[in-house]
């Protein structure tokens, strides 16, 4: 039964998410909004809106471990799981951008994530603050130096909805996330109770590999019509915005306490080693391009973790 709430708060919460997108772009492009800001504010937050309100909503009703969980498996999963996957099925280049931006900031938010956590095993209100100004400051380095990177996040195909919809799709995706998240942290504290696991464990596994499932099935379906597979920025941005917004705003509303020390211990090292090895990925064997040797390396780094955070607890 538990399973059941996980996977249906799932659907709900990607599908939730799906329209809450199609009510931001419609609206931003009635008001005559710039596409480069659509792509990299309304675009950006709205794809996070799952994630935000499962960590919201689980540090209000004190599954804190569930909040940081989601996130930590989550960034873990986009790189080990989701890119690993998409780079065996076909190769990808990379972008200059990268290494002069992309990895530099997801590695500096990590870090700043690990700083702020390691020592008390808490985020606090002023911590998520300074998450939220370092997410501003990145933003605004986009818009004015990497305009194309952040018109590539922009659908051209998005269309101009009528008022009615926007407001309908808005309605039907608000009430899709609180309903997915009602039932996602209601099955995931069942799950971690009739298993006798920590709620982190559940966090980092099934939670967070539900939330990338959206990021999986756009690469794998990008792959299959032979189109651009989903770019190594886009997952990193995914990691960046996980970290900078939803830990910063979930903490603003309500600092957040690790409960399990495994997170501290394990977890947080795992995302920080990820994140890492992708650099020297990009340049060995070949220079600016993963392809499915890199994309095993990653896999089997996935797959460890996931031993170790469920048989080493």
Request: aromatic share 10%.
């Amino acid at each position: 039964m538990n399973l059941i709430l996980v996977a249906v708060g799932l659907v709900l919460l990607i599908f939730g998410g799906h329209w809450l997108l199609k009510s931001a772009v419609g609206l931003s492009l009635r008001l005559n909004i710039p596409k480069i800001i659509i792509g990299m504010t309304v675009v950006s937050f709205a794809t996070s809106a799952p994630e935000l309100i499962v960590s919201i909503k689980a540090a209000l009703e004190n599954h804190a471990d569930i909040a940081f969980g989601n996130v930590i498996g989550s960034n873990i999963a986009n790189l080990g799981f989701v890119l690993a996957i998409t780079i065996i099925l076909s190769t990808i280049s990379v972008e200059k951008s990268f290494y002069r931006t992309d990895w530099p900031v997801m590695m500096l938010s990590s870090i700043l994530l690990y700083g702020f956590i390691i020592y008390d095993g808490a985020l606090q209100r002023y911590e998520g603050v300074i998450l939220v100004i370092f997410l501003i400051i990145f933003l605004v380095y986009l818009l004015k130096f990497q305009k194309t990177a952040v018109v590539e996040e922009f659908d051209e195909d998005a269309e101009y909805l009528p008022v009615y919809k926007i407001f309908l799709y808005l309605l039907i995706g608000g009430v899709a996330l609180w309903g997915g998240s009602e039932l996602l942290i209601k099955g995931a504290v069942g799950m971690a109770k009739f298993y006798n696991v920590s709620e982190r464990i559940i966090g980092v596994t099934i939670v967070s590999i539900g939330t990338s499932i959206p990021e999986l099935a756009a690469s794998v379906i990008a792959v299959l019509r032979k189109e651009k597979a989903i770019s190594l920025g886009n997952l990193i941005g995914s990691n960046i915005f996980n970290i900078l917004a939803v830990l910063g705003i979930t903490s603003i509303i309500t600092p957040i306490k690790v409960v399990d020390a495994g997170l501290l211990t394990n977890d947080i090292y795992w995302m920080l080693g990820i994140a890492f090895i992708i650099l020297p990925l990009n340049f060995l064997p070949v220079k600016m391009k993963l392809s499915w040797k890199e994309g095993i390396v990653l896999l089997l780094g996935y797959v460890l973790f996931i031993i170790s955070t469920i048989f080493f607890k």
